[in-house]
Structure formats: C-alpha cells, structure tokens
C-alpha cells in the first residue's frame, strides 16, 4: 500500500488565502436578515439520521466555496479513503515514527450490509482480527450470561471493574453512562483509572468482589496506573479470599508484557492499528459496555460508527457531517481566531462525552509539526471543553455571551428524551424546555441584543453549530462517536499533521521515573515531614538537565 | 458604608505598562539554571496549611515587583476589604445594577477563635443572618439524625435529594464527592439539576423515595429548570402514595415565591449578598453537605474557609495565596496572552471541583464591561478547564505539552491520600507515584527537552504552579475552596470588573422562553415527525429582531 499523497502546506493553498481574505468580513448574524428563517432551512446537512444546523456560524456562500475548495486542494477526502484502505498514515516523514496504519474503521467494519464501496476496500487481516475478537468476546459475554463463567463458587458475575486510563476509560466510560436505560437492571461497571489510591479505595467499598470481574484494559501492557492499581486491586482480592486469576481478564496488545502473563482468565487483543483514543469500538470497549448493557447493544453501537464512517466518504458536504464540523472549525479556528471549542450537549446523558472528546481531539491534533517533519505556522487543535447543558447555562455561559473572546459552541440535541417519562408542565415537556433552552441560546449568541445599558449589551456574532437526532440509542451514540472520530481525523488531515500519535505525553513520563525515587527517599529521611514531598522536586531538579 | 474608591483604568497604570516590557522578556524556564533547586526553594507562599510554589511561573524578580506594584496602585487590598466590610460591590456606576454587597464571608464567620481585624469589622446584619441560618440547619440535622424529622410512619431519612442548578449544585456536588471518606455509611445524596428529564428518571430509579428528603435549591425561587423538577418529583411522590409536603424542604432568597409557598416541612434562607456560585458555604451547600457528611463536617469547611478569609488580607504576597494566584494569573493572561487555564486536581476525590470552579471564575469574570459601565481594553476571565491528574496525562496533556498555544496549568497534590488505604508496590507508595506524576509533569513542562527528532522535542517554558496540602479534609476543603473564592475576586478587582453579577445569561433566557411555545405548537402540529423541532426555530428565528 503506497503512503498518502504528499501535499503541500495548507497555508499555500489558493483556498486559504481566499479565507484569509473573506475572514475580513465574516458573515453578520446581527444584520437584518442576518439570521434568517431561510438561512436556518438552508444550511443544514444531513445524514445517518442526524442533522446539523450550520446557519449560526458566520459563514457567507463565499466561505463555503472556498471550504470546499480547500478541501479539495488539501485532497482530504482521497486520503480519508487512504486511511481506511490501509495507508501508513501514522507517520512522521523522515524521522523515527510509528509507522503505522489506522485501522480502527476495521472494528466496526462486522455487517454483511453495509460491505465496503468499491474504491475503498478495508485491508482483509484488519478486519478479521476484529471479528475474531468480537466473536471471542460474544462467546465470554454468552458465558456470563448462562453460567458457564463464574466465580470459583459458580456464582455468576454482576459487577465488572475496567481498571484502564485515557483511552481504555474516557470513551467507555462516556458511553457506559450515555447508555444506561440499555444496562442490565442486575449489573453495573466501576471504572478504576487513576493512580490516586484513594480511587480503587472509592470503587473497593462499592463492589462486592466475590461476584465482581476485573478488565485489565492496557494496549502496551506497562501503563503504571493500571499496573500499580491492578496489584492493589488483586491483593483486596486475595485479602477476600479470592483467586484473582478466576477474577481477573485483560485487554491488551498482542505480544505486550501484559499478554505474556498466565495471569488471566480471558485475554482479548487490541492491534497496533487501533490507538488508545479511538478504541470504544474494539474490545477495550466491548468487555465493559458487552457486560454492562449486553453484547447485541455493543453490536448496536458498531452499527452506528460503521454507517457514519460509510458517510464520511460522501464527496457532498451537505451529507459527509464529519468533513463539514472540521471544516467549520478550521474557519472558526484558523481564520476567526478562536483557541477553544465548547461541546455542550443538552443530554444528560452525555455528561462525560466531553471528557472523551478532549482526549480524541487535544491528544490527536494538539501538534506543532507536520506530518513532513515542519512547524505548522497555523493553529491546530483548540483546547475542548464543556459540560452538559443546560447545566452549562448556570454555569460559564456568562463568559461565552458576554466575556472578550470568541467561543465557538457545538451543541448536541435529541428530539425525545431516553426514559420516555416525561411530562406536560406548564403547556411543554421538558423535553421540549430542553430544546427550547438549546435554541434560545442559539439565537440570543447569533442575533445579541443592543442595549443603552452596556452591562445587558450583547454583541451576539458568536457562532454555534447545532447537531440533532431523535434518540440517543446505541446505535445513535456509535454515530455520534463516530462522526468526532472522523471530523478529528479529516482536520488532522487537512493541517497536515499526523493525529495518530502521542509523543508529548513521553517526557512526563521519564522525569516521574526520575522524581519517584527522590521522593520515596525524602519520606523515608523526614517521615510525613511536610518539607518531605517538595525535597524531592528539588532533589529531581538539580539533576537538570539530562 | 461608602463605596469602594474609584480607580483608574489598570491599563494605565505604571506597574502595567512595566509588565507590559517586562513580557517582551519573561523569564527562561529552560536556560541552564533557568529552574533550579534555588529557585524552587524561594518562590514558595504558605497559608493555612497550603503551600504554593510558583518557581515554574514565568516570573523574573522584576516581574514579582511589577505584580507586587500593581496591587498596590490598583489598591486591591483596601477594596478586597471593603468587600468584608459590606461595601455596595456587586454594581455598575451609573447603570441600573444589583446594587448589593457582596458577604458570602459572612457565612463562615462563626467562630471565636477567628474573630474580624480591628481594621475589617464584617456588617453585623450578616453575621447574624448567617449564625440564626447555621442553628437552624443545625437543628434540623440533629432532627434527622435522633428520629424526631421523618417520614409519614416515622422512619429516618437516608437519602436526599438536592434540586438545584448551576449555584444551587456544583459547589455543593463537588465537595459531596471530595469528602466521601467522611459520608455516613447508611447516607447518600443525589444531585439533580438538567431539565433534561432523563436526569431525574435516572435518579428516580436509584432513590428509595419514602426515605428520602428532597431539597429545592434555588435563590430566584423560580429557577425554570428547578421548578420543572420540582413539579416532576412532587408527581413521583404522589404517585408513590406519599406526600410530598413531609419530604419537600427548600433553601431559597427571604421573600421569593418559592419562600411564599406552605408546601415545604423547612425553609432555609439566603440573603441577596450571596451570590449563587459563591454559596456553597451558605445553607446551600449546608443542607446536602450537612446531611451527607454530618454537620460538624460542614462546620469543619466553614473553618477552613474562614482561615483562607482572614489570610486573604495579609499584605505579604508570600502569605495571601488567593492574590498571589490572581497576580500569576493576570501574568499569564494579560501579558503572556493565555486564554485558558487548566485546573489539574492530582486527587480523584476533586473530580468535580473544576466544574465548580468554572463557574466561579467564568460567570464572575466573563465580562467586557468595567464597574465604571465603560468596555474593558484588556483580557478578563480565561476559560477555565481540566480534569484530575494523573488522567489528563493520558487524556489532554499532548496539547499542553506540544500544542502551539500557551496553556498555563494550576496542579493541586496532597502529601497524604484520604482513605489511607495505600501499599508500597515496586518500591513506592501509590500516593507517592501520584505525587511523583505531578512533579514529572512540572518540570517536563518547565524544561523541555531538546531532540533532533521535532516530533520528540519539547519547548519548555509553559508555566505551572502546584498548591500542596496534606490532606484533603473537610477543613483543608474550605481553605482551597475560599482561596479560589478570593483569587478570582481579587483578579476582578484588578481588572475593574464586577465579579458579582451574571447579565450575560439573561438573554438566552428570555429567548428560550419565545422558542418554547412554538416547539409545543410545532410538534401539536405535525407528531414527532423530524422537522418539528427545527420549524420551532425557524418561527422564532422570523419574529427576530424584537
């Protein structure tokens, strides 16, 4: 498989100096007509049965040409195809790099209806890798469920602890509790990720662990969180009694340090393809959300990711979603001068889906390097956040209508809530309050509202994007999850830098090593003397630099 | 009392023109010497058992001075005391506005031992509003915990619900879940705030409701998103055969309609110069947090809160943490151009705590206008963001560390974890590994690493600071949280900006209110067919202007 086209910097791009240019008179949301009906009906697009309502950014029709155009000049769609045919995208020109291919489209890639397009055929060991893992992981989870694993008392199981960080936590984690009307009512996963002892002590007084598995969720098999509290997590277990090896399975790279232990009663494989922040939809994933909401949920969810990845080859952006938010972003990003980007979404349900998405995005594109080995001379991943609304409302939106700088907001809807037990108060549901909250602020941040008063002034010109789907179902979610995962990737692709790595998360890592011993020595010397902790910061510091 | 002295503009005062030089420079994290042992040992503060060191801020002595000197001209010392002393601070000159005094220290002024300064006498009104309030909550708690408050049959309550948004629950929320070690066994506290109805079927399914006390929280009294839960819980009661007037308790302004309605067994009050995110040390957050964690737990926080006060008016720098934080901050804002700041709990029990502080900083200094009604030509408030170390590491730390923007970082440690529960693996505590990561995380962050791979080099200089405590008790919880109270009223002082209050989230409001009824009509009109809900906005969006 050759390596994607090489291309030239984006900021050489006939397209970007064109925004260049247009950014001098971005589109007024507060003129008359600025925010009109028609302009609401007509900047829409649409696909996988969620819309998006684009009318409130402060885009012109110029400015959607000449996104499009730099699309097209940057040829992103053709390497987004690359990815999924298996390029070496993971990669820096050059310089030692991963080298790797991008393959975790393979994981969702498990439905005889919805089989590759002819041009863009998925490399074949990519996708029976994960069907053989998915197949493993039904037959566990089928296990579990008519008794055939179980405890050593044959007992079933009915708790799950994920013992993972980053990667193998955020994004099942976020989903775990996106899905819970799905959960079995009998049965409930506590995630472990922190090195703090005082979060598997949290988790420890909540489960009962002779009916509770553990997941062991590491793809390199040595992550010192997961390792430190999978040993603290396996001496409750032996305290109670209990064989940890009947308890105990893992997620994990093939041939990793993890992978070599007998230690496991299950192990399941993740592939150096698939990296940490795009894998919910591979076994990392699977064991948790399989066990907590049932596999045919999980395969539900697969679904979903599988037909928004389908779409996301679609050349018209009115229905490729993922190509049209990175583009806006890049616009409200590169040419408005906005360093952040707000996820709200009116949902509950989602309260920890931004935790994920700053992982996939900040860990993806926060990069000052091309994927040629050159500084970037234009701003990269903005700095995600966000909390549901309309919490969010009580909370920082202040600063958002009112506050000196430019927030860009996406905002997530559904037309009907999950529970479907709501009520008519005051003439409305809350359901339709909710809703009506989302679009209220969609309006009072696009049109503001002038006022003799400077302190009730408001500028308004602050862009939003609106997404909507009837229901968050699994199927709704892999969507959902999807449609980030490839918006992340198509702006990688179109800043020309590589979002499949994570080096700046290295150099952390070595000077802990090097403070760590410094710091069991000053304890050891002073006892809890409270000077103790900051000897070692100095002790580690003199050692400057290496 | 007179009004807090006018003053100048900060931009034009000569300590911020000398910063203003002073940037062209900012000290060299990584020149030889640029961080060491010496360095580190000497940019410490100390307050209430807090330490702060700062020796990987940008700071040169010069730049120390400058902050040290724009204090002094902005005279925020003398006005930060004009707060405790119920000067008219919550208002804009010349502007219809609160017009009220700002006095949330009033409600941690409870205690003898910590008596007023000569010097800043705190109004007696307050004082003793807040004192009656405590015995009362006092009172009622010692009921619930000696079986004379019950239910219809006369058994204890073990659950409560807290209805509240924004204010009325993310302070209160994220200390409930810092201080779980100290929680009743038999106790548990449930916050529901979303209109999203699922957010209350959810808790609904958890809660035993003939035991449970519901709590609404909210100022206003009629807090849309509040009242609607209400409305849904009291039907849930009722549909339970219970009634709801035995379990209905509120927490609301003297005088507001919800203090007018008969339907609740108790009341408490909070007064007008208590704003809502600065409340979590009123009887807003005494009623969950006194039921959850026990009445002399909340008192212990009001303590440590009431220390942070009184040392949030020493003249030295080296002492008065919450300045020194607003000074570094405004460094880092205005002069070395960050417009967010990470807040880096490395302790998963303050898992919520940014998310309350996000609103305390943002709807506090998200404002573009001075207190004398005229457009601020600086930058105010940051977006304010962040999860618990060590999970941001493997999460959003990339960025940080690579990304192309300045991301100034707020660590917060523990010498000690809170349970206690630890184990020496590998030579180390666990606590001490967290320990270990965060000051891995300071000095990578600091020093850099040069490398003739680009995409393994590290810049260096991006400013952190670490606050230190021993452990997170209930105590140590006030002092932080009073100590980020302060910080941010001391940045507003500053920047000229009312702190107080929150105009920017009414419009939002108001327009939610126009959409909402064409959303019932809408879907009156046509089912759930799809496009309902996005007609609703479109008939808004037509009657726009107003």
Chains 1, 2 share one sequence.
């Not at 397009?117 to 197949?135: F, I, K, L, W």
């Not at 708790?159 to 509790?177: D, H, K």
């Not at 909710?434 to 408001?458: C, E, I």
Request: proline share 6%; with cysteine.
């Amino acid at each position: 498989m050759p390596s994607p086209v090489k291309s030239q910097p984006v900021s050489s791009t006939v397209a970007w100096r064109r925004l260049t240019e247009l950014a001098r008179h971005p589109h007024d949301l507060t003129a008359p007509g600025g925010f009109s009906p028609e302009r609401i009906a007509k900047l829409r697009a649409q696909a996988c049965g969620l819309d998006i309502l684009y009318a409130a950014q402060r885009v012109t029709p110029e400015v959607l040409v000449a996104l499009t155009d730099l699309a097209r000049e940057t040829n992103v769609i053709e390497r987004f195809r690359d990815l999924l045919r298996g390029a070496i995208s993971n990669r820096i020109e050059g310089y030692p790099s991963e080298n790797r291919r991008v393959l975790h489209f393979a994981n969702r890639h498990l439905f005889d209806d919805l089989p590759d397009r002819a041009d863009v055929r998925m490399p074949q060991d990519a996708v029976d890798d994960s069907r053989r893992e998915m197949v493993r992981l039904a037959k566990f989870l089928e296990g579990v469920e008519q008794g055939t694993v179980t405890n050593a008392k044959g007992e079933p199981f009915n708790e799950l602890i994920n013992l993972g960080v980053g990667g193998s936590a955020l994004g099942p984690r976020a989903i775990y509790l996106a899905l819970q009307p799905w959960r079995y009512r009998d049965r409930r996963v506590h995630f472990v990720s922190n090195l703090d002892p005082d979060d598997a002590a949290a988790t420890l007084r909540q489960a009962h662990l002779p009916r509770t598995l553990v997941t062991v969720v590491s793809k390199s098999g040595s992550t010192q969180e997961t390792r430190t509290n999978e040993a603290l997590l396996r001496d409750a277990y032996r305290r109670a009694g209990l064989d940890p090896n009947v308890h105990f399975t893992c997620v994990t790279a093939v041939g990793s340090p993890l992978d070599k232990e007998p230690s496991y009663r299950e192990k399941f494989h993740m592939f150096d393809y698939v990296g940490g922040r795009y894998s919910p939809t591979s076994v990392v994933g699977g064991v948790s959300l399989g066990f907590g909401l049932g596999f045919s949920a999980f395969e539900d969810l697969l679904r979903g990711a599988r037909e928004m990845d389908l779409a996301s080859l679609d050349l018209d952006l009115g229905a490729n979603l993922p190509l049209l938010m990175a583009l806006l972003g890049i616009w409200n990003r590169n040419f408005l001068g906005a360093d952040t980007l707000a996820v709200i979404p009116y949902s509950q349900a989602l309260s920890r889906f931004v935790a994920h998405l700053q992982q996939l995005d900040m860990e993806s594109n926060g990069k000052s390097i091309t994927t040629a080995g050159v500084p970037v001379a234009w701003g990269t991943g903005p700095v995600v956040w966000g909390e549901p609304g309309t919490n969010g409302q009580h909370a920082f939106f202040q600063l958002i209508h009112q506050g000196p700088g430019l927030i860009p907001c996406e905002f997530i809807g559904f037309r009907e809530s999950q529970y479907e037990e709501d009520e008519v108060i005051d003439g409305s549901t809350n359901q339709q309050k909710l809703l009506a909250n989302l679009f209220g602020q969609v309006l009072a941040l696009a049109v503001g509202k002038p006022d003799t008063n400077p302190n009730k002034r408001f500028a308004g010109n602050r862009p939003t994007l609106t997404i909507l789907g009837d229901r968050l179902t699994p199927r709704m979610m892999g969507r959902l999850l999807a449609m980030y995962e490839n918006k992340v990737a198509y702006q990688g692709l179109v800043w020309g830098i590589n979002s499949f790595d994570q080096e700046g998360v290295e150099l952390g890592k070595r000077l802990t090593l090097r403070v760590l011993p410094h710091l069991a020595q000053s304890h050891a010397d002073s006892g809890a003397g409270s000077d103790a902790v900051e000897r070692a910061l100095l002790r580690a510091a003199r050692l400057l630099p290496d």
